[in-house]
C-alpha cells in the first residue's frame, strides 16, 4: 500500500466517524412525543348529591278530605214562615244563641185555646170534688143509694184525667212555641244558612248547619297489611292544600273494625287541634302514619344503583369515581331517601341518573360547584 492509499483510507475513516457522531448527536437532541392525557369528565349538580344524616319516617300514606269533629245540621220541628235570621254564615254563636225565628201565631193561638181547657178541667174537677164530698155526707146518712155515691167517685176520676190532658196539652203547645226560636246546640260557627226570611218550612226541613272549628278530623283509607302496624294515639304527619310547605299533626282517634272487601282498606280517624281555626272543612289532606322514625346517614332513593351483583352507591372521591357497597335500611317513601349503610359518610359526593354508568376510576369534576 503506498502512502497516498493510506492517507486517503484514514481520511474515509475519519469521515465516517464524524458523520456518526453528529447523527448520534441530533437523535439526542430531539424530545420524545408527550402522550395526551384523557380530559376529565364534566359533571353537573344535577348528577350529584350529598349523603347526609337526616330523619326518616315510615308508615302508610293517607289521604282525605278534613272535617269537624263535631258538626250539627239543625232541622225545623214546627210548620211556620222563617220571621228573622239573627246570623249568618261565617258567623260565630254561642251554645244557646237565637238563630232563626219561625212564625208563631198559629202555635200561640194552640197554646192560648190548651191553658183555656186546662182552666176549664181544672173548674170542673173541683165542681166534681165538692159533688163527691156531698154525696159521701149524704151515703153516711142514708139519703142517697150506694150507686150515686160510686157515680160522684166516677165523675171526680174523669176530671182528674181531664186535667191531666189539658196539662199535657198545654206543655205540648209550650214546647212547640219554644221550637219557633231556633237555637245553637253548641258553640260554633255557622257554616251554611238554608233558610232564609221568609221562606215557609216544615218538620224536617234543614234550617242551618254549624259546625265547631276547635278540632277537625281526617277520614282516610290504609292497606289492610299496615293494620297490625296501626296503634289509636300513634302520630300522623300530613300537609293540607292551599297551606304549601307547612307540615300539620295529628293523632289516630279511632280505627274501624271491618275492612272494605272490594279495596282491601281500613278505615282510620285522625283527630287534628287546629289551634287558631286555621283549618277549614272540606281541605284536601294527604300525609302519613308516622310508624317508624329513625335519624341516619340517607341518600335519595335514585343513588342507589341496583345494576351490579347487589346495592351499591357510585361514589366521587378524590376527582376520582368508585363504587361502593351499601345496604339500604329504613325507607322515607314521603320523602324518597333510605338510609345507607356500608363504607359511606356523611358529605360524601354521590352520582346520579346517567353519571352513574361511569367507570371506575375515571376522573370527573362538577361544573358550578
Given amino acids: 500500500m503506498t502512502r497516498t492509499q493510506f492517507e486517503r483510507r484514514i ?6 466517524a464524524l458523520t456518526s457522531l453528529a447523527l448520534a448527536c441530533g ?5 420524545e412525543p408527550a402522550v395526551a392525557e384523557t380530559p376529565p369528565v364534566t359533571l353537573g349538580n344535577e348528577n350529584i348529591v350529598i349523603a347526609e344524616r337526616r ?26 214562615t222563617v220571621l228573622r235570621n239573627l246570623l249568618q254564615q261565617g258567623q260565630r254563636a254561642d251554645s244557646g244563641r237565637l238563630i232563626i225565628r219561625i212564625d208563631e201565631a198559629a202555635i200561640r193561638d194552640a197554646y192560648t185555646s190548651a191553658k183555656s181547657n186546662l182552666v176549664t178541667a181544672q173548674s170542673s174537677l173541683e165542681l166534681a170534688k165538692r159533688n163527691a164530698e156531698r154525696s159521701a155526707a149524704l151515703a153516711d146518712a142514708g139519703a142517697i143509694a150506694d150507686r150515686d155515691l160510686e157515680s160522684s167517685r166516677w165523675a171526680v176520676q174523669n176530671a182528674q184525667a ?10 205540648s203547645a209550650e214546647k212547640q212555641l219554644a221550637r219557633t226560636e231556633v237555637r245553637a246546640p253548641f258553640a260554633g260557627i255557622l257554616s251554611e244558612l238554608m233558610a232564609k226570611e221568609g ?9 242551618f248547619t ?34 304549601d310547605g307547612r307540615n300539620f299533626k295529628g293523632r289516630i282517634d279511632r280505627i274501624n273494625p271491618t275492612a272494605d272487601p272490594a279495596t282491601g282498606q281500613v278505615r282510620i280517624y285522625v283527630s287534628i287541634p287546629n289551634l287558631g281555626g286555621m283549618l277549614v272543612s272540606g281541605l284536601y289532606a294527604d300525609g302519613r302514619v308516622a310508624i317508624e322514625t329513625k335519624e341516619t346517614l340517607a341518600a335519595p332513593f335514585a343513588a342507589i344503583d341496583t345494576r351490579g351483583t347487589g346495592p351499591a352507591v357510585i361514589r366521587l372521591r378524590g376527582s376520582k369515581v368508585e363504587r361502593v357497597p351499601v345496604q339500604p335500611g329504613l325507607r322515607d317513601e314521603a320523602a324518597e331517601w333510605v338510609e345507607i349503610q356500608g363504607a359511606v359518610a356523611p358529605g360524601d359526593t354521590l352520582l346520579l341518573g346517567t353519571a352513574q354508568g361511569l367507570t371506575e376510576g375515571t376522573v370527573a369534576r362538577v361544573v358550578g360547584e
Fill in 55 to 80: 330523619v326518616l319516617k315510615n308508615g302508610p300514606a293517607i289521604s282525605g278530605a278534613l272535617a269537624p269533629v263535631r258538626q250539627a245540621t239543625v232541622r225545623a220541628e214546627v210548620s211556620g
Fill in 11 to 16: 481520511a474515509g475513516a475519519l469521515i465516517l
Fill in 27 to 31: 437523535r439526542k437532541g430531539k424530545t
Fill in 210 to 243: 254549624l259546625i265547631d272549628p276547635a278540632s277537625m278530623q281526617l277520614e282516610a283509607s290504609v292497606p289492610v297489611s299496615a293494620l297490625t302496624k296501626l296503634r289509636v294515639g300513634m302520630p300522623v304527619e300530613f300537609g293540607v292544600s292551599g297551606y
Fill in 199 to 207: 221562606d215557609v218550612v216544615l218538620p224536617g226541613n234543614p234550617l
Fill in 162 to 171: 181531664a186535667v191531666a190532658e189539658a196539662q199535657s196539652r198545654v206543655a
